[in-house]
């Protein structure tokens, strides 16, 4: 498994904005994302980026963050970050990054091989 590297995770109140990072320093992914799981609750997509072949650049985002989410790459450092605005508590949730390969890039956690070890994101009412 190749290690994926966290970062960014806090606590906010409602409304306000966090930036979450995830380098994979050793090796460079076709597809990145972010998942998360909220206690009692099944793991679900995010956002994800395609960062290879020809779809390179191409976002895939669950209804529910659309708008207030960005899912952004930084190729040269194999680096991709997610920029959460306009934060809820219905975002509280611990927040992985995880990536494959593949042309595919879906918001389907199983498909995905490689995760980070998590971050928490906590926003208060």
């Known amino acids: 498994q190749v290690q994926l590297l966290e970062s960014g995770g806090g606590s906010v109140p409602a409304g306000g904005s966090l930036r979450l990072s995830c380098a994979s320093p050793?090796?460079?992914?076709?597809?990145m994302g972010w998942f998360r799981q909220a206690p009692g609750k099944e793991r679900e997509g995010v956002a994800t980026?395609?960062?290879?072949?020809?779809?390179?650049?191409?976002?895939a985002y669950a209804d529910s963050v659309k708008g207030r989410f960005t899912i952004s790459e930084d190729n040269a450092n194999n680096t991709v970050y997610l920029q959460m605005n306009s934060l809820k508590p219905d975002d509280t949730a611990l927040y992985y990054c995880a990536a494959r390969d593949g042309f595919h890039c879906p918001l389907t956690p199983s498909v995905f091989g490689d995760w980070g070890q998590g971050t928490q994101v906590t926003v208060s009412s």
């Open positions: 980026i395609s960062t290879n072949y020809n779809a390179r650049g191409t976002t």
């Open positions: 050793r090796y460079k992914f076709d597809c």
